[in-house]
Every structure is written in C-alpha cells, then in structure tokens.
C-alpha cells in the first residue's frame, strides 16, 4: 500500500495496526553527499537512480547470502522459474512448460530465442554448467543440495532427478544460487563478481566500489511483457540515513530502498515523495555462535532472551513503527509457526534461572557486533538489559575476540526455507551463522521435505516451530517491514513482503 502526506497505515498480514508518527527534529547541519554518478541527469525521467544502504558483498549469483546482492542479481539473471510477487508462489521465467515423470523427476522445456547480454542463444548446457559453477559456494549449497542429478537431455530439455521427494523444488530453482550464466564464460574462467553476463531485464556497465553501479536496459529481453521501461538504472551507495533522506528530498536519488525511521516524517510531508509500507517476511535475531562456551548451554541462552526488552530495543533503533517484537525463532506469518515454546521478557526469570541451574552470571560476558547505526543502538539496549542481570556486555561495529555475538537476519518466502537456511546443520558454514545444529530439528526438517501432502507438512512445521523454540538458537528481536521511499513522478507497480524489488516494471509517469 503507498501512503501520501500524513497518512500512515500499515497493514500486517494478520490485522490491521494504526501507528501514531513519532516526531524526529533532523540535523540543520547538511552533509555533504558523495560525488554522484556521471549517468544521473534530472532532466531524463527515463533512467532511475536508487540509493542503497550496503554495498553488494558479490554481484555474481550463488557467491553471496545478501539481499542488496540479491535485488543486483535479479536484474542481470534469470532462473527457470520465478516468484510472483502477489501470490508468492513459483512460476515459469526461462521455462516455457514442464512435466512431471514421477514424485522426483522432472523435465523442463526452456523458452526458445532466449539470450545472454553476450549474445549467446540460452540452451540447456547453459544451466548444466551453471549449476555445477554455483555448487562450488556453500551460499547455494542448500538450493542444489536435493537437485541429485541434472542433465542436458537435448538443447531445450533439462531433466531434475532429486532421488526423494522434493516439496521446495520450484522455490528452489527460483532462487538467485539457480540463476542461469553461460557456459561459454563460465568454461573460459569468466569473473562475474566483476562483470555480471546473464539473460535478464538490464545489462551491467559499471561498478565503482564503494560509490556505484550502472545498468542500461537490455533491448533483446526475452519476455516483452516484463522487459524494463527504464532507459538505465544506477545504484547509489549512501549508507547514512540521513544522506539518503537529501539526496531523494533534494533529487539526486529517486528511489531509498531502506527507509529508516528518523526520514519517515520528512518523507510523508513532501510533496513529491511517496512512502510505501507493506508487511515484511524478514526475521531478525541477534545470533549467538553455538561454537562460544556461553551460548552452549541451553539455560544461558533462555535467559539471556528473558532479559532483553524487544519494545525498548526496536524504540533505541528508531524501528518502532517500521516493525514488531518477536519470541519466535521461526516467523509466525507462515502457517506452522507458533509461540508456543518461548518466552517472555522477564529479568527476575532470568536471574532466577541462572541461580537455579549455579550459573553465574559474570562469567558469561561478551561483545555484540552490530554493523550499522540501527544495529549499534539496539546493542546498547541489549548491554543495559543484561547487565541488570549481571551479564558484562560490550557493543562494537567489529567483533573482539572470540566470545561475540551478532545482529542478523534472515528473509525467506516459506517456512521450509526459513528453517532450512537457518536451523539445518547441512547449512553451517552458509546462512546457519549461528552454528546451531540439534539432531531433532535436522530429522523433522527433512520429514518435513519429503511430506508432499500439505495438511501433514503443516503439522510437522509446527513441531519444528516449538522445538526450535524450546532449543533457543537465537535471540529473537522483530520482524520488519518492508518501507520504501520514491519520487512520487515514479509508478511501482509490483511490491513483495520480501523486500523483492522489480525495477524492469518500473516506470516514469507522463
């Protein structure tokens, strides 16, 4: 939903919530921005300038667990199928038709005339050897782990084998670790963390590190119905917020990916900026590393989340109308996910739990990492809670020592990703930042893989939800919006509670 002036409305995927906007006075003083890219002209509403917080940490697929990364790699690739943004659910992108051969196989007939921004013509070899490619980084490991076998039946045909029952196979091939590159460069060592060469809606021009990257359209897009309207997009890098809110206030940037609370009121006053706030899917914690002697035991790690007030935490981060608490260790917006398990925020029940299991608490210090302003304020809430219970924390932007912990999260479109990204051993080393591994969740999550029938899933995503519940991997803070701040000249006409952005639908008004 956009939101104009004053109006601020907010509708969760279970009920509707009416904020009350929290005056913020901004800084007179204005910084200087950083030298803006050469491409940017105010008078050619055609092109699109977006101002990220983050950098990409790679723009090759399959190399990266990053969501900026992501919104890159969706620009330049496509997978076989992809995610519609109203229903959230798989459909065909580079696939034209599929059939199912049994419960496990497979075979997928590809669009015909597809082509690489190099000029290749797409064909089956092409998703052969980029699968082989992505199965080198543990980033895609967990969307290939169950595609067993994979081959090249003629140049249109792919066959999948994935030897079990498979209930996340077309999330799956949706995801930017099955995206398709060709083989052509990637049998001649081709860098694409440097120069991305896929089929998608944009082409890759350039990237400064640190300042930005230029896309142009890519005119021989294979699907005309989704090909971009935009003649060029640059990506911004302005991590500071308040940079972000003047440069969209004063046009240097046309579109603010990461609206933070401190710009939500300048935004909504301003005549030509549109505010978007839609329900989010984005679940985040602050991870404990299981490896740490002090997060090993259970009762260290309950009582750690019992003394941490979430209202407070998201208030110190200004995210107090841009999210909501959480005690769950699996969102609750899937069908499945529950509270039942967890706890509440009680320091008495805390410190009580300690004592009764001899734990003291002085022994338990440690560092928390947060790696943006957000983050660092919501430590320093998190330092003031624990010492109450007598726990020494310290807050930093880089981690000390080897006794830390650190602000995360995790965004997924299903339950069975969520738990499988950040709960099954298998992914340690990848998106299981927190080293978690309990033999219980890894057997119902692979149940939960193999059940085809829906009812019976469902239950066994309940079982998961309590159990990851009563086993504490992570401390729970909230889940997050999804807010966006645009010209208001600019036309959005498809938004994703996962934050997706679909910039090729994208376009300039008359």
Known sequence: MTIKKKKAIIITLTTVLIFIGVSITLSTTTPQLPEQPRYHDSGLRRGLVVGTHWEPSSIAPAQHNNIISSHINAMNYNGLFRICSDTLMPIPDLVCSWEAISDTVFEFTLREGVLFHNGDVLRSHDIVASWIYARNYPYAAAVHERIVHF??????????????????????????????????????????????????????????????????????????ERAARLEYVTWQVLPDALHRGIALEIGEIDFDIYVQRRNVDNYLAHPDIMVSITPGTAHHKLILNHNVPQFQNLYVRRALGMAIDKEAVLLAAGLAELATPTWSQVPTIFEGGTDEGSYSFDPEGARALLAKHGIDPATLSFSIVGTNEERLSMGAVVQTNLADIGVEVTVTSVPIGSAYAAFGGFNSLTFLGYVRGVFLSESIGSSNRAYFSNDEVDELIRRAFATMEHDERVVIYHEISRTVNESVPHIPTHMSMVARAFNASLVVPETSPTGALHLNMMYWRE
């Open 151 to 224: 081959e090249a039946i003629s140049d249109a045909t792919i066959r999948i084998d994935t030897v079990e029952p498979h209930a996340l196979l077309f999330h799956d091939l949706t995801h930017t670790g099955n995206m398709i590159m060709p083989k052509s460069l990637i049998e001649s060592g081709h860098n694409f963390g440097a120069l991305a060469v896929g089929t998608g809606p944009f082409v890759f021009q350039e990237k400064r590190l640190g300042n930005f990257m230029h896309h142009t359209v890519f005119e021989n897009y294979f699907d005309t």
